[in-house]
């Protein structure tokens, strides 16, 4: 038998000193500090909480509407994945528990499921005073308030012109090379988009525009009405967003080549009817078809068994170029028969009836707050999977 030559204790020493630096440098290069610039740890003081989203790695944004600000937060969430498999009923309640109140000091703003994990984030309000607080829900149901003061992060705050005021967060997105944020200011041009270059760093640096819409139920353009919810999307190597606003148009806006500052124009491609507030957006891809999905509510008399109803769209509409192919004759969902001849592509998806709230965890399932029964205060979390 041959024996391997024997190796030093000062040789081992060195060689576990390199195995634990290359592994200490691939956990770097994977986590989502790569994407902060100059980031700070300790007193994250939040003014407010808003809207929510996950880039990558569990890097989350989260809006912080009162001091018109965005934070980038590493949450060192990065897996394994562990899916929520079962429906957690009474999680107002179970919110509420954790954090010793009663359910009506509670408020749910929004809910973001990190891709890394499946844990599930809320933000919240908490009585008295709008007191921000943010929740976690693991795949087991588990409950957790994380302790942002262990997590490096960024500050972005929202550039806006002279005299004028940012007044809302009204939703917010990863877009690979950057942050996107959809809000409201007190201008004449209220509606703004913003875009934040990646890596994300404190202070002011994102490009701005102030953007107006052809509201095809209202026959008019509109420059007040914010982007409810939106998703980046690239076409023939141009950069846009597609967002969705009040009474329902759903427009794409070119930001590629655009100069801060100015004001740009969407292009209205459908029309999902009036009475309508968009809630969430995302996409996924079934049997070679691509959808955009939104979750909407109603405010005006319902059609369906509850106020909250859901409808995806055919993507191949997005590639609509000309305005004189949309705005007003965008095509538009048929009120009366919703899914009949004059809706081609455009489909009410009955598994977002009574979805409050709607995060995607891929292209399978997504992750539905769903109130528990029609006008009822109180809901439930569940997983549902896309049709």
Known sequence: MKLLPQISRRTLSILLLALTFSITSLSAADSAARFLKNAQKG??????????????????????????????????DRGPLL??????????????????????SLTIIDMAVNPASGSIYFSLNL??????????????????????????????????????KLRNVTDLAWADSSVIV?????????????????????????????????????????????????????????????????CTPIAKFPLSGIESGKKIKGISIVELGSGNRPRDMFTYEKDGKQWLVTNTKRFHEKFGPSVYWG?????????????????????????????????KGIEVVDALYGAVLVSQLDNEQIIVLREDAPDSDTHHLEPVTLP
């Not at 509201?215 to 023939?236: D, G, L």
Request: glycine fraction near 6%.
């Open 43 to 76: 007193d994250l003081a939040l003014k407010s909480i808003g809207r929510l989203a996950f880039g990558p790695d569990g890097l989350l944004l989260l809006s912080d509407p009162r001091s018109a600000s965005i934070l980038a937060i590493d949450t060192h």
């Open 311 to 343: 409808a995806r769209v055919d993507m191949e509409y997005l590639k609509a170029a000309e305005e004189t192919d949309t705005n007003e004759n965008a095509p538009r969902r048929n009120m009366k028969a919703p899914n009949g001849p004059d809706a």
């Open 127 to 164: 009585k008295p005073g709008n007191q921000p607080v943010l929740l976690t829900v693991d795949g087991k149901g588990q409950i957790q308030r994380p302790d942002l003061s262990t997590m490096e992060y960024v500050r972005i705050t929202l550039p806006v012109s002279e005299n004028s």
């Open 182 to 246: 959809a809000g409201q200011s007190n201008e004449e041009f209220a509606n703004k988009i913003y875009q934040i270059p990646v890596p994300l760093e404190n202070g002011i640096n994102a490009r701005y525009f102030s953007a107006e819409t052809y509201h095809v139920s209202h026959k008019r353009w509109e420059t007040k009405a914010p982007i409810q919810s939106f998703i980046p999307y690239e076409e023939n190597g141009e950069f846009y967003i597609v967002g969705a606003f009040a």
């Open 83 to 104: 899916k929520l498999e079962n429906k957690i009923e009474n999680i107002d309640t179970l919110l509420a528990q954790q954090l010793k109140v009663t359910t009506d």
